[in-house]
């Protein structure tokens, strides 16, 4: 009992040591954000060992809360592990056309399209010729959102690669896991969302995206979530599916949906189910994992396992380069206040 007490104060201060350490430079971010310092970003919040160390909101995101745009995907990647948690979705390994009994027809006239898994989807590599990030690409996500049907539009993209084989950013990819969430679990996605994930962890507010006459949920971007509520998101990952004691989604889908899956092209990190993948690889800064959401414009969900932390922020720097500015906030001013001979 004593050893465990021990070990038990030893993390503890550990911990404390940690977000004191984060403390000056999250706030000095956090003032620099309420000045206008650092225009386009609408708010930062930095959380470590469960104690906010800084935090800078907007004001007029009380009135409506921030576009997420794809930083949404990671947060649809928990609703699939929840599913099936349930058993409403029998793994991973289940056939696309399976799960899509309405679009059948389609996968079935190509059998490499036919092969096509739900962890294709979530791992984007469904082999479809459809990349967001080549605006040529005949699948790209503005040709998309043109239709009335996004579904349809995507699965009717010709196959380019054997599915599960070459990464290819694809909206569509997740825009279709929507529909086979509702069609799993006989509700909409927002409604299997707010049952099972928002109201669970105390989302005040949710706005979510539609398409098809409200007929379908964008699963794939545009939900709009206040940053403290985005926090919890990241706590829930942290805390391996709890919150505040309350288990949401298994461990076991946290551990596989943050394990590496695939190669991202010309790019050093890695990609896991809908959620970005690194660790700290400089010597001088502590090392940790990183597991992130992240959205067009500046949206950012940052996870650090090994210390403890989340950092959110939310911007309008749509289209932008200097919407990753964060990422060398976190490189140069947070992580190195965080190393443990400081």
Known sequence: ??????????????????????????????????????PGFESFI?????????RAVNSTLSKRAPDLRSATKS????????????????????KVMDLLPSRRT??????????????DLLTMRSGLDCNDWDPKSPGHEDKMYRTRDWVAFWSEQKMRTEPGTEFSYCTGNVVALGEILAAAVSMSADAFALKYLFVPIEVRRAEWRYFDGKRGVDTGGHLRLEPDDLLKIGELV???????????????????MTQERTNIPNMSQRYGYLWWLD????????????????????SLL????QLNAVMVTTGTRFNRPDMLEPMFWLRDRLLPAMQPDK
């Open 46 to 54: 930095m959380q470590v060992d469960g104690v906010v160390v800084g």
């Open 1 to 38: 009992m004593l050893r465990k007490i021990s070990g038990l104060l030893v993390s503890l201060c550990f911990g404390l040591a940690h977000a004191e350490a984060a403390l000056e430079p999250a706030k000095q971010i956090a003032a620099e954000i309420d000045s206008g310092i650092h």
């Open 106 to 119: 389609v996968f079935e006239q190509d059998p490499r399209k036919a092969a096509m898994t739900l962890e």
């Open 238 to 256: 942290l805390a391996r599916g709890t919150y505040k004691g309350k288990r949401i989604v298994s461990e076991a889908w946290i551990e596989a």
């Open 75 to 94: 947060i649809t990647a928990l609703l699939i592990g929840i599913a099936i948690d349930r058993g409403a979705i029998p793994s991973v390994q289940t």
């Open 302 to 305: 940052m996870v650090m396992p």
């Open 279 to 298: 660790h700290t690889k400089d010597p001088k800064l502590p090392q940790t994992k990183l597991w992130w959401a992240q959205g067009n414009g500046g």
